[in-house]
């Protein structure tokens, strides 16, 4: 369509314009933003490449938001999206009505999620979904009579969404904190990714640990702990052996849910199917979203376990939750067709193989670049770090943005993927391609 355009770069500048006057971007430093008009304006794509208005084409080595997990361009999904909009686009599932690619796909989720996680309540995305948990969870334990337990444990460099249950629950302060939000009952962004969960109060980190914050707030007053399998957009980090375990542990021991929020690692980015199948942990509520569509249509949800749902269902009144795009059918026809797609072309093994190419590829950076760091990689979900001088671990200094310096330099050269530079020092990227990538793309 962009070639047939008369001139294409008269498009680009007239578009940029626009969006200088018109349009407020996310996660965006608005001042440049108006300044400078759009960075890239995306005018198509194909499996994991992207085209801009000027002519050039990019690798997305992050599927764009770590959703676009069957690459650009992908027609079943389409086509899928197509004749369930023909035939019927939108449907409401309020008020006790469904549908069939809504109650199919809800099924089929159930299926391939662990353990007895077998309901699901849809939402549009991951903040929704996070959101949605907490009030599960509290209304849970509403319900069995323990109306204090409210509060949520999050982990720092969590992230978890900007809803502001969910931004209260992210341990990354600029989003925790943007514009003032509080709530007295999500307030304990503090404990760390440590070991400390599988040990006692003599571990040198137990201060800040979950188990130092359930014996501080005292478990009738907590409902959940929420994590990441692995940590997104904290900068991708992998939780020691035996950590997940040990957080089931612990919630188990002071009956409080554990909600594992999928929505990254779900539906195989990591390499299975979730990422708690790594540590074959089952959490009381899972939520999914950005993958279960690979971002062809807006889509999330909140699995959870039968005793949680057969408690609920005793309420015989309105459930007042819900979204209007809860369980939308086009959503879910994509959806379905998305999971028919990434288990009949093996997406889930081909992320597994691939990341173990992408990390005999972080270890040849590391030996070639002395301040390349510790490279990791679960399936197709990797990062490493950056530092002035890793083997005496000290860290660039916190004026020096070398994550991004290095993304801006991969931009110049075609590649997209994510700096991570929230805190002093902290320089780290990310690599998530889609799930689709083959070794020469890897290699690439
Ligand atoms: N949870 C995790 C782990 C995420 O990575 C994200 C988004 O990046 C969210 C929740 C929020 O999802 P959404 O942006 O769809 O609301």
């Known amino acids: 369509k962009l070639a047939q355009h008369s001139n294409p770069e008269k498009l680009a500048s007239e578009l940029s314009i626009l969006d200088r006057k018109h349009l407020l971007h996310p996660s965006t430093n608005p001042k440049a933003q108006v300044q400078h008009g759009p960075k890239l304006i995306f005018s198509g794509g194909k499996g994991i490449h992207l085209h801009d208005m000027k002519g050039n084409t990019y690798i997305d080595g992050v599927s764009m938001l770590w959703n676009v997990n069957l690459g650009h361009g992908q027609k079943e999904l389409a086509d899928a999206s197509y004749q369930q909009m023909t035939n019927i686009a939108y449907a409401s599932t309020f008020y006790g009505y469904a549908n069939e690619p809504t109650v199919r796909l809800a099924e089929k989720i159930a299926a391939l999620a662990p353990g007895d996680l077998n ?83 003599d571990h040198p980190e137990y201060e800040g640990s979950i188990r130092s914050i359930i014996e501080k707030e005292g478990k009738d007053r907590i409902a959940a702990v929420i994590v990441e399998p692995i940590q997104g957009a904290g900068g991708v980090h992998i939780p020691p052996e035996g950590y997940l375990k040990a957080v089931r542990k612990l919630c188990d021991e002071f009956d409080i849910h554990l909600i594992a929020d999928e929505v990254i690692c779900g539906l195989g980015r990591t390499g299975k199917m979730f990422g708690v199948d790594h540590w074959e942990i089952v959490p009381d509520f899972m939520s999914i979203a950005k993958g279960i569509t690979s971002g062809y249509a807006q889509l999330g949800g909140v699995i959870m376990k039968e005793h949680i749902r057969d408690t609920i269902t005793e309420y015989d009144d309105m459930l007042a939750h819900g979204f209007t795009y809860s369980g939308h059918p086009t959503a879910c026809a994509v959806g379905l067709k998305n999971i028919e797609i990434i288990e009949r072309d093996g997406l889930v093994s081909n992320a597994s193989l691939m990341g173990q190419e992408l990390e005999k590829g972080l270890h040849y950076l590391e030996d070639k670049y002395h301040f390349v760091t510790n490279g990791r990689t679960k399936g197709l979900l990797a990062g490493f770090d950056l530092m002035e001088d890793p083997k005496a671990d000290i860290p660039f200094d916190g004026s020096v943005k070398a994550a991004t310096t290095l993304v801006e330099n991969c931009y110049e050269r075609g590649l997209l993927i994510r700096p991570f530079d929230f805190e002093p020092g902290m320089n780290i990227v990310a690599i998530a391609p889609p799930l689709i990538v083959n070794k020469n793309d890897v290699e690439k």
């Open 119 to 201: 309901t699901i309540f849809f939402t549009s995305g991951g903040s929704e979904s996070n959101d949605t948990a907490f009030k599960l969870s509290r209304f849970y334990w509403q319900l069995r009579g323990y109306t204090e337990k409210r509060k949520i444990i999050s982990l720092r460099r969590g992230y978890h969404g900007v809803t502001v249950a969910a931004q209260r629950a992210t341990g990354i302060d600029a989003y925790r904190n943007f514009s003032g939000s509080i709530d007295p009952d999500i307030d304990n962004a503090k404990a760390h990714l440590t070991e400390c969960e599988l040990g006692a109060k």
